[in-house]
């Protein structure tokens, strides 16, 4: 027993000591193993392959790479590079893994593309690259609608087609999805409630291009309609699309022509014509065709009558046999379409007027109530009394016709250049027609104009605003003013002043715009635009202003002109007076002379000889001016001698013409002395200026 333990013993030292070894084995071999399998690929496969729908999301991981060893961390074993595909994907180093990075497109593009990784070791530097491929196939989503070669299809279609008709029209519509369900497209005409046309095209098979008649269609009750063609896909869910087509009916002739009446007769007759009534013998094609039509007549002595293609009925014999006949309607492309009217003919007494047309020339001045002229008929029938009238057509409101006489005239003023009329006379059953043609010669052909293309004028305190003028370039011619607006304020007269029923009503600051019309007598009309303006409260006019500073001008300038002309009289009256003192306070001889005018007792004193030759021989030459002054002063000098006598003469001496002068000179300045005390004073200080 002792020698087994101790064996067990020797076997667990030897365990023991040989356990490091075993780890490092262990350890080695794995390192081996891990080196051995490297990039490769899990369950032994060579390739990996993805699936992807076309609209997966960019960011989003088309697969996470199956391959052996690390490729993060400090135990990494191997490097992943992208080498081919990189355009559409890109490499998560850390995760393995591969992420879209451009939208995928199944139907413009490619249906798969491949995406090639090198992979290397890190930690054998002998082991080789190896290169691994992903397969990536795209799946088709349903992602695009069918559509049409077109949004509208136009098509016409002759009325009455049989129903289950084929229709000609060419259409498609095209799914760009791949082949598959998802491009399968099946077509419809979309029945809609509120659209009952929509019955009327049908398609039989909804995988072909094929439209039928689908209901009876008639042009005299529709033109043209419009349905909705659909085209779906098989995808799911579904994609559809719609187009419009829209069907014009066409007219086929499958009507006969129609008479406006039933019945016709005739009343009388005028140069082979007869007048037809209810109406002119009138048929037309049913159908919007509008067919040419030819008429034909029979019946018993239907030779003795003709008919043209506008319905007129002519007498081609001599005698009206009264008859009933047959009026035949047919269509020109299509005789065997046609329709009968039935026409009475009776032999009866027949009206003409004298003239088959009345033509007259008037002036356009001509007045109211003027007579044009007087129709006159003749009538088979002497005993039969004749009305005229004239027939309700365009213009017979210008003038009337007397019933019994035939007399025309005027109703009013004419305006146009030319008239027509259509005259009628009967007796109670016949009837004839004639024309009456007016034609104006214009004699007012101008409008009035006025003077200025737009009035304005300023409102002041006065009712008085102004004046619109006008002229007529007709010769004669006359012209009224109206005011047309704002008639509770202003008034305007015949004249065409303009005034202001109440200033006070008028709101201050403000532009009233008055229309005013100026009409000759032709009713030619102009109109013109017055503006007035209000002053504003307390506030005076411009021409106002410039009135007042125009008067202060001229006033100023005429109290200059005043002052000046004042200044100058005065100035010439002192010149004047000093003058005259400078003449009274002369020393020298100033020549007085004495004249007989005055009968005074100077005239018994002389002067002797020997004082008149030294005043002769002593004077100094005087200007004509003096002379002047001397002959007008004479006469007071004169008449002061004759108050206050001279002296008697004194010898002369030695001294002279100065000793005489000297004498002179004190015995006149003594009388006005004693004259005049003021007067002295005056003539001192004449003196003192002079």
């Excluded at 095209?201 to 529709?222: Q, S």
């Excluded at 995808?235 to 087509?245: D, H, L, N, V, W």
Aim: hydrophobic share 35%; net charge negative.
């Amino acid at each position: 027993m002792h020698l087994n333990i101790l064996r067990c013993y020797e076997k667990s030292i030897v365990v023991a000591s040989l356990r490091p070894y075993l780890f490092m084995f262990l350890l080695l071999f794995y390192n081996f193993l891990s080196m051995s399998d490297a990039c490769l690929l899990e369950n032994d496969r060579n390739s990996v392959y993805v699936s992807v729908f076309e609209d997966a999301p960019i960011g989003s991981t088309l697969t996470s790479l199956p391959i052996r060893g690390q490729t993060f961390g400090p135990d990494a074993t191997i490097q992943l590079r992208l080498v081919q595909g990189s355009d559409l994907v890109s490499l998560d180093q850390r995760e393995k893994k591969l992420v879209l990075e451009k939208a995928l497109d199944r139907d413009t593009g490619s249906n798969k593309f491949e995406v090639v990784l090198e992979c290397r070791s890190l930690v054998d530097d002998h082991f080789p690259e190896l290169n691994i491929s992903t397969f990536v196939t795209i799946k088709d989503v349903n992602d695009n609608a069918p559509e049409f070669d077109r949004p509208e299809y136009s098509i016409s279609l002759p009325e009455e087609l049989p129903e289950g008709t084929p229709i000609l029209l060419d259409f498609q519509a095209i799914d760009k999805d791949q082949e598959g369900p998802n491009s399968f497209v099946r077509y419809r005409i979309v029945e809609d409630s509120t659209n009952p046309h929509s019955q009327l095209l049908k398609i039989p098979d909804p995988y072909r291009t094929l439209i039928v008649v689908g209901g009876r269609m008639d042009f005299e009750k529709l033109k043209n309609f419009t349905v909705e063609l659909e085209a779906e896909d098989g995808g799911k869910p579904p994609q559809k699309s719609r187009a419009k087509i829209h069907v014009n009916v066409k007219d086929v002739d499958d009507q006969n022509p129609a008479f406006q009446h039933e019945n016709y007769h005739t009343n009388s007759i005028q140069e082979s014509v007869f007048e037809v009534f209810p109406e002119p013998i009138f048929a037309k094609d049913e159908d919007t065709l509008k067919d040419p039509i030819y008429y034909e007549l029979s019946g018993d002595y239907s030779e003795y009558y003709s008919i043209n293609s506008s319905g007129t009925v002519r007498l081609v014999k001599d005698t009206v046999i009264s008859t009933i006949l047959f009026v035949h309607a047919r269509q020109v492309n299509r005789p065997e379409r046609f329709s009968t009217a039935i026409l009475r003919i009776t032999n009866q007494s027949s009206i003409e007027f004298q003239h088959l047309l009345y033509s007259i020339q008037l002036t356009s001045n001509s007045p109211k109530g003027l007579e044009v002229a007087q129709v006159k008929a003749i009538s088979s029938n002497m005993n039969s009394k004749l009305r005229y009238s004239i027939v309700e057509e365009g213009d017979f409101s210008i003038a009337t016709i007397e019933e019994l006489t035939g007399r025309i005239f005027l109703n009013s003023t004419p305006t146009k250049e030319r008239y027509n009329m259509k005259l009628m006379v009967t007796d109670g059953k016949n009837r004839a027609f004639s024309r009456l043609e007016l034609t104006v010669k214009k004699v007012n052909v101008y409008e009035p104009e006025f003077d200025q293309q737009e009035y304005l004028f300023e409102v002041k305190n006065a009712n008085l605003i102004g004046q619109v003028r006008a002229i007529d370039r007709d010769e004669n011619d006359t012209i009224s003013y109206k005011l047309l607006n704002l008639q509770t304020l202003f008034k305007l007269d015949k004249d065409g002043m303009l005034s202001s029923r109440q200033t006070l009503q008028l709101a201050p600051a403000t532009t009233y715009e008055l229309i005013v019309m100026a009409e000759d007598s032709q009713k030619h009309r102009t109109f013109v635009t017055v503006l007035l303006r209000t002053r504003p409260t307390g506030q005076l006019a411009l021409s106002t202003i410039l009135s007042i500073g125009i008067f202060f001008l001229l006033a100023s300038i005429f109290a200059i002109m005043v002052m000046l002309v004042v200044r100058r009289v005065s100035s010439i009256w002192h010149a004047s007076k000093r003058r005259n003192a400078c003449w009274m306070a002369k020393t020298g001889d100033n020549g007085v002379v004495i004249t007989g005018s005055i009968p005074t007792d100077i005239d018994n004193y002389s002067i002797g000889p020997a004082f008149s030759s030294r005043t002769k021989t002593y004077e100094t030459p005087r200007s004509p001016i003096d002379e002047k002054e001397r002959e007008t002063n004479s006469v007071s000098y004169a008449n002061a001698a004759a108050t206050f006598p001279l002296p008697a003469p004194k010898p002369i001496l030695n001294g002279g013409a100065s000793t005489s002068r000297s004498s002179t000179e004190r015995f006149w300045k003594s009388r006005r002395a004693r004259r005049s005390p003021h007067a002295s004073a005056t003539s001192t200080d004449a003196n003192e200026k002079c």
